[in-house]
């Protein structure tokens, strides 16, 4: 069974400091990886996606993969309180049909 | 504004009375999912539509129905309620040149 991993937390971080937040997955066929965010009570929102190998950035957001690992991680730099969130890591493993196989999520505590 | 809409956002039924819960976007995608989400279970699929009047089951069907008979609406249908479906329901759409899945607010469901 396809499946994805995160750690549960919470992490706990100070403000200012880095998040790392990490995702592994057992089909190695997956060609897209996604990381979302969700307050609580509200619907996730896409942080960001990565396609191959490496380190992608956007602003304050990282996301790194490593296929041969099987691994996808996020740094969440400068952290804030706003950031405190659960973190979703949802992989396509393969093919066109659009499934993602979602991870439970990381508990985010961001401490000012 | 480019969205994915639920409605109602919050709804108490009791058991056994037939309810929908709409969802509509406008941004032309062609895949549509419906999501519920409970604690410490994650994400966990509900259907999934490919396209107009094309659905398909997904992890944990049971007890629910759905139809597409546009492009822009994938309504959700419960026929007959129970508080086993009491839970946090989102709606969620991507188009087939992106995998990116865009969700709607969410549709908080008790059963009684």
């Known amino acids: 069974q396809k499946e994805v991993e995160q750690n549960s937390g919470p992490l706990s971080v100070p403000e200012g400091a880095i998040a790392s937040l990490n995702c592994t997955y057992s089909?190695?066929?997956?060609?897209?990886f996604f990381w979302y965010r969700q307050y609580s009570g509200k619907s996730p929102e896409l942080i960001m996606f990565?396609?191959s190998n490496g380190d992608k950035e956007d602003g304050r957001f990282t996301a790194q993969l490593n296929k041969a690992s099987q691994y996808v991680s996020l740094l969440i730099r400068d952290s804030q309180p706003s950031d405190s969130a659960t973190y979703l890591c949802?992989?396509?493993?393969?093919?066109?049909?659009?499934?993602?196989?979602w991870g439970l999520g990381t508990s985010l505590a961001v401490n000012p | 504004e480019a969205q994915v809409t639920q409605n109602p956002r919050y709804l108490i039924t009791v058991t056994g009375k037939k309810l929908t819960v709409t969802c509509s976007q406008n941004m032309n995608h062609e895949y549509m999912s419906w999501y519920r989400q409970d604690p410490g279970l994650g994400l966990r699929q509900i259907y999934y539509s490919m396209n107009v009047e094309v659905t398909d089951k997904g992890d944990v069907p049971e007890g629910y129905k759905v139809s597409r008979k546009e492009k822009r609406n994938f309504p959700l249908i419960l026929e007959s309620p129970s508080p086993n479906q009491t839970s946090l329901y989102f709606c969620?759409?991507?188009?087939?040149?992106?995998?990116?899945?865009?969700f709607g607010p969410g549709t908080r469901l008790t059963v009684l």
């Open positions: 089909d190695r066929g997956s060609q897209s």
């Open positions: 949802a992989v396509n493993p393969a093919g066109n049909n659009r499934k993602l196989i």
């Open positions: 969620a759409s991507s188009s087939f040149r992106s995998d990116t899945q865009y």
């Open positions: 990565i396609y």
